[in-house]
């Protein structure tokens, strides 16, 4: 018996895939991967500067930057930027 439910989740699994891509094809071509990249690469070059300009002048090693913002600004970001 579990030999014919194996194949049957595999097949399940390979539909469910198979949607979430076809989904996420779909959205791409709404938001056009050249807006959300427009907008993405601005705030992520200010943040990338900023953090770069306090690393240059911190003399303190306690005193590290937050790159916690890059890091959420990217997360939620990548799922829309092109692959």
């Known amino acids: 018996m579990p030999d014919q439910t194996l194949p049957k989740k595999q097949q399940l699994m390979l539909e469910r895939l198979t949607n979430r891509h076809q989904i996420r094809l779909e959205t791409r ?3 056009s991967p050249d807006s959300s990249t427009t ?8 943040s ?3 953090i770069t300009s306090q690393l240059q002048t911190t003399t303190d090693p306690s005193r590290l930057p937050d790159i916690s913002a890059v890091v959420k600004l990217v997360a939620e970001n990548s799922y829309s930027l092109p692959s």
């Not at 993405?40 to 200010?46: Q, S, W």
């Open 29 to 31: 071509t709404l938001d």
């Open 39 to 46: 907008t993405f690469l601005p705030r992520f070059n200010d």
């Open 48 to 50: 990338k500067n900023s």
